[in-house]
């Protein structure tokens, strides 16, 4: 087996490799200019490494070519919104998480038939 092989995809995303490397060696830096480090650098108190993953709190961040196996699995029963990113924001993370849950809701037909409507307003009779 190569060492690239039994690396975890985190090490193989050019993003997350410098987190990863950030995260290990410490984040000897003061202002983030990058944006594509910048939500981690934000939150960079919470990250860690767990077997070569990159953990916030106890929420695995997950590399971006993982990211709609995740959210297939998140939707595959279509929970709706509001219980997809509750069960996601229990065990995964990555930067503009909601966003991507809330674009999978809303281009699903049958998520989009089981919406909650909002409530009727009340009909007045004109005198």
């Not at 966003?99 to 009779?125: G, H, V």
């Amino acid at each position: 087996m190569t060492l690239s092989k039994s690396l975890p995809d985190t090490a193989h995303d050019k993003t997350l490799a410098q987190v990863l490397a950030f995260t290990q060696n410490g984040w000897n830096i003061q202002v983030c200019h990058d944006q594509d480090i910048k939500p981690y650098f934000i939150r960079r108190h919470e990250l860690s490494i767990e077997q070569g993953c990159l953990i916030r709190g106890l929420r695995v961040i997950i590399p971006p070519n993982l990211r709609e196996a995740i959210l297939k699995e998140l939707h595959w029963s279509h929970p709706g919104e509001a219980r997809m990113k509750s069960m996601a924001r229990s065990h995964a993370w990555w930067p503009k998480l909601d966003a991507d849950l809330e674009r999978i809701t809303r281009a699903c037909r049958q998520c989009s038939k089981t919406r909650n409507a909002p409530p009727a307003a009340p009909l007045y009779p004109w005198t």
